[in-house]
C-alpha cells in the first residue's frame, strides 16, 4: 500500500495530513527517512512517525460503553439525533466504523463498534448464537414463575411463516442478569412484557464472552484487546 495510506490508518490521520507528515520528513521505513507519498510499504513495514513505531491494523475493534439518549446508529443514518459514532475521534469515524448490532436509545454498555463488516456479520448471525447479557432492572420484580418462563422461552409475538408461535430461545437469569443468544427487536422488553414486568433499566454487561469494562466510564471507549479480538472474530 502507499506509505500515506499506512500512516493515516496506523495513526488515526486524515489522509491529507499524513501526506504532509510524509512530505515534511517525519516519516522514516526501515529507519530511512522517505518522503514519497505514493512509496510502496508492506502491512508489516517498520514504519516510524517522528520516531514513534506505527502498527498497521486491517480492522479496527473498539469497546464502547453506550450511554443513555444516544442511538445506535453511524452518522449519516439520523442527521440531527445523537449517534453513538459521535463519542468516537474523527480518526477512528473516518474509517468507516459502524456498532454491530443495536441498543435502544435508553440502553446503556458494552457496544462494539468496528470496521469489520464479516465479523460483524458473524456476530450478528442467528446462527452463532453469540450470548449477550443485560443487568436489568424491572417492575413489578420477577418472582420464581416468570424467571422460569423466561428461561424456557416466551411468546413475544414472533411467528413462522404458517403462523405458528415462535418462543424466545432459553434464556439464564441469575440475580439481575439476563443472558440470551438472540437479538430480535426490543427484544429483553418483550421478554419482560410477556411475563407480566416492565424493563425499567437496561445494561449490556457482555458480548460473545467480551465483558463490560469496568474502567470505563458511560460515553467513554478502549480498543478491543487481542484476546477480546479473538473471542469477537472467532480467531478469524
Ligand atoms: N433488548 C431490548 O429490549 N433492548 C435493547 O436495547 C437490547 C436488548
Known sequence: MRLDKF?????????????????????????????????QVGEDADVTLDGKK???????YILLYKPAGFIT??????????????????????????????LDRDTTGLLIIT???KSAHRALSPKSHVAKSYRFGCEPPLTEEMKDALCRGV???????????LLTAPAR??????????????????MFHAVGSEITSLCR?????IELDGTLAPGEWRYLLPEEIRLFTGGA
Not at 443514518?77 to 456498532?99: M, N, S, Y
Not at 411468546?155 to 408461535?165: F, K, L, P
Open 155 to 165: 411468546d413475544i409475538g414472533e411467528r413462522d411463516g404458517r403462523g405458528n408461535v
Open 73 to 102: 446508529a453511524t452518522e449519516d443514518a439520523r442527521p440531527g439525533e445523537r449517534v453513538v459514532i459521535d463519542l468516537l475521534p474523527d480518526g477512528i469515524r473516518r474509517r468507516g466504523v459502524f456498532p454491530v448490532g443495536r
Open 205 to 209: 454487561v457482555s458480548f460473545a464472552g
Open 54 to 60: 506505527l502498527t498497521f491494523s486491517r480492522f479496527v
Open 7 to 39: 500512516v493515516s490508518s496506523a495513526a488515526e490521520l486524515s489522509r491529507r495530513d499524513a501526506g504532509r507528515a510524509v512530505g515534511r520528513g517525519r516519516v522514516s521505513v526501515g529507519g530511512e527517512v522517505i518522503r514519497d507519498t505514493s512509496y
Open 115 to 117: 470496521d469489520d463488516g
Open 173 to 190: 437469569v441469575e440475580g439481575d442478569v439476563i443472558t440470551i443468544t438472540e437479538g430480535k427487536f426490543h427484544q429483553i422488553k418483550r
